[in-house]
């Protein structure tokens, strides 16, 4: 909680001119003027492209790449990934609407989540989307709607294997799990499929999220393609797609090292010829969201007020935790770390300050850093927090206190 964290983290995926930090070639101020607002989100597109390459230069290019909208649905981002990736995948109505929007075809589109209702999955029948399914009652739901549709609903069943993804900052699999259907059931209700009015594509096995551990995917993708072979084996017919899952982290700690794709791509492609023939014209997709755009994300907001409160210097900013809920740390961490943070318009400075930052609300939990010895800060300069292009405005509560929402940006 009150670790001292080195200075400035200068995250090297951005530019910098004059001392102050650029995100898609504009300063801080510049995006301020661009949008006459004083606290926003801005992202490069240039680094989004760069998170894309990475992936396809280590992945075997038989495993297409699609995107989790979840991680950041701006519309701006989902058009501009829309090429980019090979698929979408999407968690509610609102965000398979703007999946197809973009233009991406519907059957690289699939629609996962517990507790869907029945509105959204007929409107994913109809439109033709996979949806995911997460239970035995979804499946028998989806079965009735495809009459009121008129149909064949596209499904994949999703399965929660007997394994986990060791070393995830979320584990979705392995043990009882609100998500996907064991796999021992799935295994018992795969020969009645061929009689239901479904078309089933095949299978999603989605273990966890926000791993920095090669070893621990590697691991869990042995796990997955075994599975994957036996699921295919015990099929009525053929299927024609897998979701391999996902999980690739990014770091946002001190001390966290980046993931190294290049082990992980290596025995994928030993897998692929391990189970050449168990999957052969099978599409075998990785799903990410935040591997792609948390890193090409920057929170910036402007310094209110600085005070002194026996012995803490006080940054008082006009942004905060509902804004950026994952910042404050109340979005999953257990213990509050700080993300990187940096004096935007000031990057490096021969004066330091320990401060503590904090937003706007009458809320102790309302932190932006804690302890972070920075360059010294004044009444309008800005506060950078990297790493938020992912679970940034739309995993944060808004409406709490009133006060205005945060717009978004991408240069
Ligand atoms: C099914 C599914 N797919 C993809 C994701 C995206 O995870 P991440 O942003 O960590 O890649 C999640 C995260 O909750 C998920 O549950």
Redesign the pocket.
Known sequence: MNEITPQHEQMSQFSQEDNQLLVGGFNLNAISQLLDKRVFYAYDRQIIQQQVARFRQHIPGRIKLHY?V??NPYWPVVQFLKPLVDGF?V?SQQEMLLAMQSGMPVSDISF??PGKGDAELLSAIVAGVTLNVESAGELARICKLSQVAGQKPQVALRVNPAFELKASG?K?AGGAKP?GIDEEQVLQLLPAIADMPVKLRGFHI?CG??NLKAEALIDAYQHTFALAAKLVAACPYRPDMINLG????IPYFTGERRLDLAPVGESLASLLQQYQAELADIELVI?????LVAEAGVYACQVLDKKVSRGTTYLVCNGGLHHHLANSGNFGQVIRKNYPVAIGNKLTAAEQELVTIVGPLCTPLDILADKKLLPKAEVGDWVVVYQSG??GPTASPQQFLGHPEVVEVLL
Do not use: H, N, T, V
């Not at 996902?246 to 982290?249: C, I, L, M, Q």
């Not at 799903?287 to 591997?291: D, F, I, N, P, V």
């Open positions: 989790a979840k991680a995948d968690a996962a989540g979320m979705m998500f989605y999220s926000q996902g999980g690739f982290g799903e990410l969201g935040r591997y992912a679970y």
